[in-house]
Nanobody, 123 residues
Framework: EVQVVESGGELVQAGGSLRLSCAVSGFTFDEHAIGWFRQAPGKEREVVSCISIVGAPLNFSDSVKGRFTISRDNAKNTAYLQMNNLKPEDTATYYC????????????????WGQGTQVTVSS
């Protein structure tokens, strides 16, 4: 059974840091790109970052540039999103998404999704 499970979201004060994890199983992890998306209430789901099959990171959002870092550990079948200097506007449900062959900013192109983990940044 395919499983994509995010964890690590919680309430944090502005300026703080969190590391989100995405643990996957049921498919070949190192043959898929991993994307992080987020969705705030009343907003469209947006891509935040993606890491390629070969481990090349790509940030899609200017708002997180220099603050968020994506990584992957193929031996653990896990991807991460390190979030530093968090701001209230980062508050959202964060989703891990899996896509074969390469990164994309289009959420409809991803094959598997986790259930999301809530990040709340207080002011």
């Amino acid at each position: 059974e395919v499983q994509v499970v995010e964890s690590g979201g919680e309430l944090v004060q502005a300026g703080g840091s969190l590391r989100l994890s995405c643990a996957v199983s049921g498919f070949t992890f190192d043959e898929h790109a991993i994307g992080w998306f987020r969705q705030a209430p009343g907003k469209e789901r947006e891509v935040v970052s993606c890491i390629s099959i070969v481990g090349a990171p790509l940030n899609f959002s200017d708002s997180v540039k220099g603050r968020f870092t994506i990584s992957r550990d193929n031996a653990k079948n896990t991807a991460y999103l390190q979030m530093n200097n968090l701001k209230p506007e980062d508050t959202a449900t964060y989703y891990c998404a899996v896509r074969r062959r390469g990164c994309s900013g289009m959420h409809s192109l991803y094959d598997y999704w986790g259930q999301g983990t809530q990040v709340t940044v207080s002011s």
